[in-house]
């Protein structure tokens, strides 16, 4: 009975290690990333970059600039259907959440389906024009989905 539980012990020690240890290698992974404004500044000027805002309708309604030469994307669209960003072509996202949150949702799930050209913006929108870069304002469209909206 001893041996049981000691046995029982070491398993979850060990599953709680393991589980710690992949936690890190993702978050390292996600890490590895994130681009600043100023290197984005410097790709913009080597290459032709993809770069897609996907903030919220209503986080764009509320500030309805975005970085020159960026296309605005629905967040909950990309996450339904990846294949609105190329897989195969280097591509930049951001957004304006607090801590990136809505950019590293994106992120992760394009990572889970092996999109291995697409960073993130570290800071958003409010980085980019920090640092003095420049915007425009959006003139796109904008579908607010009122069908969850209470009547």
């Keep these: 009975m001893t041996f049981a539980l000691v046995g029982s012990c070491l398993a979850l020690i060990c599953g709680a290690i ?32 993809l770069i897609f805002d996907v ?22 669209e990309i996450i339904k259907n990846p294949a609105l960003i190329p897989k195969d072509e280097d591509s930049v996202i951001y957004c ?11 992120l992760r799930r394009a990572l889970a389906l092996h999109f291995s050209r697409m960073r993130l913006l570290r800071g958003g929108l ?10 425009v304002p959006y003139k796109g469209m904008i579908r607010l989905d009122t069908a969850k909206w209470p009547a």
């Design 96 to 106: 304006t959440c607090p801590s990136d949150a809505t950019g590293i949702k994106v």
């Design 126 to 135: 409010d980085a980019w024009k920090a640092d003095g870069y420049e915007v």
């Design 55 to 76: 903030r919220l309708p209503l986080d764009l309604l509320g500030e309805s600039e975005i970085i020159t030469g960026a296309k605005w994307i629905d967040p909950a």
């Design 18 to 49: 393991a589980i710690g240890l992949w936690r890190a290698k993702c978050r390292h992974d996600l890490e590895r990333r994130f681009i600043t404004p100023p290197q984005l500044r410097a790709l913009m000027s080597q290459r032709n970059i």
